[in-house]
């Protein structure tokens, strides 16, 4: 197959897209961001652990490696979609998504299912949303989906085929969490 | 200062709580806090209430905050009233659309009650 190269200005008039056309004429555009060094699963640490010091005032470490992440009973995804599209989940056990809507809401009163859910939701959106974020050139290239949230014990969540997969476990308080960044390749 | 009637639009509950909170900490005299969890549910709160100040998010089902923000425009009731989009998104294209189409400033998820009032304070003294 043939191929030529060309520069496009975006809709915006404000950056240069390297775009590769196929023998067929199609523009196939490159994609217009840099992953950082360190990587996914750095950034993904990072955002994480960043966002919920942030928002819930915590001081957040990494979870041992001999901790299980089969009690985990409500998870969160966000989906992304555009140059760069996968899934972010967040997993954890029922008391840990409590006690972060708590915190979240500022209250030591029992949130209700609705606003733990809720909270869950938000959390990972901007976790997801500071993710991509930190990528030079993604914002703009990648939309976050409204969250999904599953709950319940008796689920097992599969990575999709063709994907990159990596994972954090942190700690804050004592109540673990999972965040996985699954991307398609 | 006359206490300010504010409504905020997010599909979060939470969210919404926290806005809330953190206007309060910021120090607004609010008197009354309208709640919409969807550009369609705004309209229609916008319409029936004198609002002083609208937050809202831009990633939302039903209707989202870009068109909430395009049809807000046309309504008579909404004329004046300042529009702070709160977005996860970092996304520039997004946030210069919602400035284009009338919003008057933006700020990001998460935020400190400080940078809500920085961001409200040219607002209100307009």
């Known amino acids: 197959m043939s191929s030529n190269t060309d520069q496009e200005v975006n809709e915006r008039g404000a950056r240069l897209v390297l775009t590769v056309r196929t023998s067929d004429g199609a523009p196939r555009p490159k994609r217009s961001w840099t992953l950082p060094e360190g990587g996914w699963e750095e950034l993904l640490r990072i955002a994480a652990s960043e966002i919920l010091e942030f928002m819930l005032g915590v001081q957040v470490g990494e979870l041992p490696e001999s901790a299980s992440c089969n009690s985990t009973e409500m998870t969160a995804m966000v989906g992304l979609a555009g140059e760069l599209s996968g899934v972010l989940s967040l997993r954890c056990p029922a008391a840990a998504a409590a006690t972060l809507a708590s915190k979240m809401l500022g209250t030591d009163i029992a949130p209700t299912d609705a606003y733990t859910r809720d909270a869950l939701g938000e959390i990972s959106n901007v976790i997801a949303g500071t993710l991509k974020a930190k990528v030079p050139g993604l914002d703009d290239a990648c939309l976050l989906s409204t969250p999904t949230i599953v709950c319940g014990g008796d689920y097992h969540l599969f990575s999709i085929s063709n994907s990159t997969s990596v994972s954090v476990a942190l700690q804050f308080e004592g109540q673990p969490l999972w965040i996985t960044l699954d991307l398609h390749r | ?126």
């Open chain 2, 1 to 126: 200062m006359k206490k300010m009637c504010v409504l905020i639009v997010d599909d979060s509950s939470v969210m919404r709580k926290i806005v809330q909170r953190s206007l309060r900490l910021a120090g607004l005299d609010i008197e009354t806090v309208l709640e919409a969890d969807n550009g369609e549910q705004a309209l229609t709160i916008v319409q029936q209430n004198t609002v002083d100040l609208i937050f809202s998010d831009i990633n939302m089902p039903k209707m989202d905050g870009l068109e909430f923000v395009r049809q807000l425009q046309s309504l008579e009731a909404a004329k004046g009233i300042p529009i702070v989009m709160i977005t996860t998104e970092g996304s520039q294209s997004r946030v210069v659309e919602a400035l284009s189409l009338g919003a008057r400033g933006y700020i990001r998820k998460p935020f400190t009650p400080d940078q809500v009032k920085e961001r409200i304070a040219p607002l209100l003294e307009a």
